[in-house]
């Protein structure tokens, strides 16, 4: 909040005015555009649904870190932080769909915050404007899919990263934020370890957090990712489900979505990797999936 505040007058009202835009094409016919559901909304208003009243998602498996959705798994914090509006005002659109529009709003704001501490407040207000109009983010505000929620918790991870560079204590905040992550969307299970390791590695090597910080803040992060680690335990070596009190690392009936859509746990993994790699550079280079529109 500092860093808004200490913006000049002109500044200031282009930060609002931007912050307007943004605010308005994502509330715009907002439950309305676009219309109907996606089944994996369905699915994810459904066990927010079931949450809310009975503490079970839809096949009864009391508060899972993964939903059995249709027998695959499906991410569960979307699900989770779905739960109160659906609470206060029941199961619709409008509801389903809140948490997205909420991430999606707040996001503009803390790209700002990221810019400022990367470069200066001329850059965050820059990195603010692209993301108050990128397409991707205004349909994403708009659409009720886990996938959608993570870039603002990851973000929001990046932006403890860069305050603990001053105040080594937020470094213990931005591990528990990039664990809670691994609960957003199942390409995580790689991307986050990833980064985590390279950023600790990086902080490390140039001395900028204690190496006691370093450590009390990877325990965390461990912590906080066993029961999301003890699931894909379960699925991959086919154990039993297992409880702790209410809660729930579910053994799943079909092959896990993350063991067909993830590549570390393909066996040929490198190979999965590096395809991956050429077709975003494609995407970057052409700005097009080959997806009819």
Request: hydrophobic content about 50%; proline content about 5%.
């Amino acid at each position: 909040m500092s860093d808004i505040l200490a913006l000049p007058k002109s500044g200031k009202r282009i930060f609002l005015l931007v912050f307007a835009v943004g605010i308005l094409v994502r509330c715009w016919s907002f439950g309305i555009i676009p219309r109907g559901l996606h089944q994996d909304e369905l699915s994810n208003g459904l066990d927010a649904y079931y949450l809310a009243n009975y503490q079970v998602d839809r096949t009864g498996v009391s508060l899972p870190v993964q939903f059995v959705s249709w027998g695959d798994g499906q991410s569960a914090l979307y699900g989770y932080f779905a739960v109160p509006g659906i609470k206060l005002f029941g199961l619709n659109p409008y509801t389903i769909r809140l948490p997205n529009l909420i991430a999606g709003i707040l996001i503009i704001p803390l790209f700002f915050l990221i810019g400022k501490r990367l470069i200066d407040s001329r850059f965050g207000l820059l990195c603010m404007f692209l993301v108050a109009i990128s397409p991707w983010n205004i349909t994403g505000s708009r659409y009720g899919h886990e996938a959608y929620f993570v870039p603002f918790i990851f973000s929001l991870g990046f932006y403890f990263i860069l305050l603990s560079l001053q105040n080594n204590t937020k470094f213990l905040w931005a591990m528990a934020i990039f664990a809670v992550c691994l609960y957003g969307y199942i390409t995580t299970f790689s991307t986050v370890p990833i980064f985590v390791s390279f950023t600790i590695l990086q902080l490390f090597i140039t001395k900028k957090i204690a190496w006691q910080r370093i450590l009390q803040g990877l325990g965390i992060f461990l912590f906080l990712a066993t029961p999301i680690l003890l699931f894909a335990l379960v699925n991959s070596f086919q154990w039993d489900t297992i409880h702790f009190s209410k809660l729930t690392m579910p053994r799943l009936p079909n092959e896990p979505r993350y063991e067909a859509l993830v590549a570390i746990f393909k066996p040929d993994a490198l190979k999965e990797l590096l395809g991956n790699l050429l077709v975003f550079l494609h995407l970057l280079w052409k700005q097009s999936d080959g997806w009819a529109r």
